[in-house]
């Protein structure tokens, strides 16, 4: 079993930062992908941003050049450092890992609440 503990939402003025961090734990392979998905009210989730165990990432192009995902494999811990946040960044933040051996395992964390509002 995988357990994903998700930490850092919360409200914020436009133009504010914010950083979330996921921490993994439980039965995970050492090649895999993290990933922070988002889902506004009345939207489909998204995929925001993800990363490979070999730092390789891919982004929204929403979020491009405004956040970074990045992680430590010692820790089984992925960030999203989220600059110059918008109102329209308001959403869920749900974390995610991910892998294929013969199947694909997926797994979600419980979400976060990222508000941005003056």
């Known amino acids: 079993q995988v357990q994903l503990v998700e930490s850092g939402g919360g409200l914020v003025q436009p133009g504010g930062s914010l950083r979330l961090s996921c921490a993994a734990s439980?039965?995970?392979?050492?090649?895999?992908?993290m990933g922070w998905y988002r889902q506004a009210p009345g939207k489909e989730r998204e995929l925001v941003a993800d990363?490979?165990?070999?730092?390789?990432?891919n982004y929204a192009a929403s979020v491009k050049g405004r956040f970074t995902i990045s992680r430590d494999n010692a820790k089984n811990t992925a960030y999203l450092q989220m600059n110059s946040l918008k109102p329209e960044d308001t959403a869920v933040y749900y974390c995610?890992?991910?892998?294929?051996?013969?199947?694909?395992?997926?797994?979600w964390g419980q979400g976060t609440q990222v508000t941005v509002s003056s």
């Open positions: 995610n890992v991910r892998w294929a051996i013969l199947r694909l395992y997926d797994y």
């Open positions: 439980g039965s995970i392979v050492s090649i895999n992908v």
């Open positions: 990363i490979t165990v070999a730092g390789t990432t």
